[in-house]
């Protein structure tokens, strides 16, 4: 994974709990490298979810919460950073659609060697969209989180339930049904 994943999770972090807290979870976390990230390095997603756990076992707060508060942030950082990739979507549904076609293809520009979860969209109607996605990594609940940001983002609310995909492997559905 990109470091500015790893670099991103920290700042979260440090927001949330202090430095102090993020000090002892990456010394608990037992990283391969000590806890030193950068934008441009590429870590094991493994190392992601010992940081993970480590700010859990230390908050009290899950990680899966975690991850969906990391996905809220993440949604926040792509919007300060890469706000071109925004222009032109009317709502939630617009960007979530654009991702694989659009945005993952600019991301691969950049970063090559990026290894990117897939999306698939089939929008049933106006108000009803499913997201199909997969991954090898145990991120669903950082993507249902980018979800929930994204619908904030255009002030949208909706109901979203997810369900086991049954192709590609390892893949999740996001039935989204906005409200009114």
Known sequence: MKGTIFVELIKMAEDAFGEDVV????DNANLDNGGAFTTVGNYPCSELIKIVTAFSELSGISSEKL???FGHWMMKHFVENFGGSFEGKADSFSLLEAVDGEIHVEVKKLYPSAE???FS???ISDDHLVLTYSSPRPLVEFCHGMVEAC???YGQTAEVARSPAPHPANATNFDIRLNG
């Open 23 to 26: 000090d002892i979870a990456l």
């Open 151 to 153: 619908l904030e983002l």
């Open 67 to 69: 991850q969906r508060m």
């Open 121 to 123: 969209t089939d929008r």
């Open 116 to 118: 990117l979860p897939a």
